[in-house]
């Protein structure tokens, strides 16, 4: 395969995975699609922009005329289609735009897909990013969620991933398409939009602001460094077994509230301050509307076919994370202020 689309590549995990791709093989072209909407950000790819291998381009995987027209232009081979509108809590106020932009862009994607390559399935793969949260939500005394737990999304951006989902296995299942799904955890590193739990209270605790916990702070999240995602999507585009689904996660659960106390440490610690100084801004808020309780991942089926692991330690990861978003200032205040710090405003009525 020569020619990869892959779409949302200015985000956070697809500009990691970008970044692999353009640096890891030289002989593919990649294209990377991407609307440039707030979570946008051509600044997270600055040091491969000029790359020979790698090609940007602005558009909506909604305009399938456009999408059409890429398709032909690029003689695409491969696609991996991370674009998608991402945060839960922009779901809840605007459920629209997640069916818009995760469902009828990635079935606009599926079907320039299904045209372009007519029929001729050899050597083509279709690589679809979802989410863990379309498995619904854990007890705490449940086990994991595998590749056979039945869907049961809660919010409107689950719903949204769900239904996209659904489209490309049925693209496999009534044209033959070659596609692949995995569904993953809660991704955190560098480059993350700071409305994410993890970018957000790093900054806000660096600028002596509340930082807002939902509810009581109890829901338990599983969480893995973005550049294994990326690791883990290498490898399964390249070897993962067409039609399959592959569950990607990090045996590394968290109750909010505990991983906020190790965030307020490290960040505490690297800028400095007395151990636990930052703890006075936890604000418990009114809690997310469908807040799911728990998620966790059972990846044993990736390590058994494939061999990925991630590769690195929580503690390790996270102070990694915490020291990128302190010595990358100006990255954050370039997204922080101006339109966004407007929106933040308005969404969570503080400053
Ligand atoms: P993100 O919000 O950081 O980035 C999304 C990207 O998609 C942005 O660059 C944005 O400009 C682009 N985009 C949005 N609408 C578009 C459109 N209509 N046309 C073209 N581009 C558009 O998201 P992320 O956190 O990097 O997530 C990427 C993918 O991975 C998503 O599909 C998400 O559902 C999935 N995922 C995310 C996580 C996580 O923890 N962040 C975990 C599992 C799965
Ligand atoms: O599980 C994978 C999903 O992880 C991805 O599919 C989503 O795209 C990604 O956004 C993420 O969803 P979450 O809702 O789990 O992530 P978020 O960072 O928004 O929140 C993590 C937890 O922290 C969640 O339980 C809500 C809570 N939270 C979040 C914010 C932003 C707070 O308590 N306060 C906050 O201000």
Known sequence: MKNILITGGAGFIGSHVVRLFVTKYPDYH??????????????????????????FVKADICD?????????????????????ESHVDRSIKDPFTFARTNVMGTLALLQAAKMHWNGQWEGKRFYHISTDEVYGALDFDDTFFTETTKYDPHSPYSASKASSDHFVRAFHD??????????CSNNYGPYQFPEKLIPLFINNIRHG?????????ENVRDWLYVVDHARAIDIIFHNGKIADTYNIG??????????????????DKLLGNPEGTSERLITYVTDRAGHDLRYAIDSSKLKNELGWEPSLQFEEGIEKTVRWYLDNQEWMDN?????YEKYY???????
């Open 30 to 55: 990649i294209i990377n699609l991407d609307k440039l909407t707030y979570a946008g950000n051509l600044a997270n790819l600055k040091d491969i922009e000029n790359y020979p291998n790698y090609t």
């Open 335 to 339: 997204i922080t202020t101006g339109e």
């Open 209 to 217: 602001k509340p930082l807002p916990v939902y509810g009581k702070g």
């Open 64 to 84: 399938y005329d456009t999408i059409c027209e890429l398709f032909k232009r690029y003689d695409i081979d491969g696609v991996i289609h991370l674009a998608a």
């Open 250 to 267: 990090g045996f590394n659960e968290w109750k909010n509230i505990d991983l906020i106390k190790v965030i307020i440490k490290t960040v």
């Open 345 to 351: 405003e308005s969404m969570y009525g503080v400053k």
């Open 174 to 183: 009534t044209y033959g398409m070659p596609t692949i799904v995995t569904n």
